[in-house]
C-alpha cells in the first residue's frame, strides 16, 4: 500500500487550487462585466426590458446554485450541445455572479440621492455622463464592501462545480480521500486550503466598510 505523506497531500490539493483560483477569476470578472450591462438596461432599458431582467435576477437568485449547474451541463446536451465540465461551470458561475452583482450594485445606485440626478441633467449632461462622472463615482463608495464580500460567496461556490465533474480544490480532496483513506485528514486540509483564499477577502471587505464608515 502507497502511504501518502501531508506534503503529498497539501501538493496534490494545491494544484487543484489553481482550478479554483481561475474559476473564481473568471466568474467574478465575467459576472462583473455582464453585471455592469444588466445594471445599465435596467436604469436606462424600458418597462419589458426591465421587466425581462428583473426576471433573470430573481430566477438565478431565487434557485440552488447545483440546479444551475446541473441545467447548465446537462441541459445544454439535451439540445443536442455537448459542453465540458469547466465550460458548464464557468457559464453557470458567471451567470449567477452577474445576477448578484447587478443587483448589488442597482442598490446602491438608489442609495445616491435623487437630487445628484437632478443636478447632473442640470448640467445638461446625457445618460452616460451622468453615470460616469456623478453617479457611478458615489455608487462605488458604497457598492466595494458588498463586491469584495461577494467574491468570497463566488469561491466557495465553486466547490459545487465538483458535482458535474470539474476537477477543481473539492473534486480533488475527493480524489484524494479516496486514494489515501484519510477523509479526516484531507478534508480538513480542504477546508483549510478554502479559508486561506477566503479570509483575505472577507479581512479587505469588513476593512472597506469600516473605512466608508469613517469617510461619513
Same mark, same amino acid.
Given at each position: /500500500?502507497?502511504?501518502? *505523506?501531508?506534503w503529498?497531500?497539501?501538493?496534490?490539493?494545491?494544484?487543484?487550487?489553481?482550478w479554483?483560483v481561475?474559476?473564481?477569476?473568471?466568474?467574478f470578472?465575467?459576472?462583473g462585466?455582464? &453585471?455592469?450591462l444588466l445594471?445599465?438596461?435596467?436604469?436606462?432599458? &424600458?418597462?419589458?426590458?426591465q421587466w425581462?431582467?428583473?426576471?433573470?435576477?430573481?430566477i438565478?437568485q &431565487?434557485?440552488?446554485l447545483? /440546479?444551475q449547474?446541473? =441545467?447548465?451541463?446537462?441541459?445544454?446536451?439535451? =439540445?443536442?450541445?455537448?459542453?465540458?465540465?469547466?465550460l458548464a #461551470?464557468?457559464?453557470?458561475?458567471? =451567470?449567477y455572479?452577474?445576477a448578484f452583482?447587478s443587483e448589488?450594485?442597482?442598490?446602491?445606485?438608489?442609495?445616491?440621492?435623487r437630487?445628484?440626478?437632478?443636478? #447632473?441633467?442640470?448640467?445638461?449632461l446625457?445618460?452616460?455622463q451622468?453615470?460616469?462622472h456623478?453617479?457611478?463615482?458615489?455608487?462605488?463608495?458604497?457598492?466595494?464592501?458588498? *463586491?469584495?464580500?461577494? %467574491?468570497?460567496?463566488?469561491?466557495?461556490?465553486?466547490?459545487?462545480?465538483?458535482?458535474?465533474?470539474?476537477?477543481?480544490?473539492?473534486?480533488? &480532496?475527493s480524489m484524494?480521500?479516496?486514494? *489515501?483513506?484519510?477523509p479526516?485528514?484531507?478534508? #480538513?486540509?480542504? #477546508?483549510?486550503v478554502?479559508?486561506?483564499?477566503?479570509?483575505?477577502l472577507?479581512v479587505? %471587505?469588513?476593512?472597506?466598510?469600516k473605512?466608508?464608515?469613517a469617510?461619513?
Amino acid at each position: /500500500m502507497v502511504e501518502f *505523506t501531508l506534503w503529498d497531500i497539501l501538493r496534490n490539493l494545491l494544484l487543484a487550487a489553481r482550478w479554483t483560483v481561475l474559476l473564481s477569476l473568471v466568474a467574478f470578472v465575467g459576472g462583473g462585466l455582464l &453585471g455592469g450591462l444588466l445594471l445599465v438596461l435596467r436604469l436606462r432599458g &424600458g418597462p419589458l426590458t426591465q421587466w425581462a431582467l428583473n426576471l433573470f435576477v430573481e430566477i438565478f437568485q &431565487g434557485t440552488p446554485l447545483l /440546479m444551475q449547474l446541473f =441545467l447548465a451541463y446537462f441541459g445544454l446536451a439535451l =439540445l443536442g450541445i455537448e459542453v465540458p465540465a469547466w465550460l458548464a #461551470a464557468g457559464l453557470a458561475l458567471t =451567470l449567477y455572479s452577474a445576477a448578484f452583482l447587478s443587483e448589488i450594485w442597482r442598490g446602491c445606485v438608489a442609495a445616491i440621492h435623487r437630487g445628484q440626478w437632478e443636478a #447632473a441633467r442640470a448640467l445638461a449632461l446625457g445618460f452616460g455622463q451622468q453615470l460616469r462622472h456623478v453617479i457611478l463615482p458615489q455608487a462605488w463608495q458604497v457598492a466595494l464592501p458588498p *463586491t469584495v464580500g461577494f %467574491a468570497v460567496q463566488v469561491v466557495k461556490g465553486t466547490a459545487l462545480t465538483s458535482v458535474i465533474g470539474f476537477v477543481e480544490l473539492t473534486k480533488a &480532496g475527493s480524489m484524494v480521500s479516496n486514494a *489515501t483513506f484519510q477523509p479526516f485528514l484531507v478534508y #480538513a486540509c480542504v #477546508a483549510g486550503v478554502y479559508f486561506l483564499l477566503c479570509f483575505p477577502l472577507s479581512v479587505a %471587505a469588513r476593512a472597506l466598510e469600516k473605512r466608508r464608515h469613517a469617510v461619513h
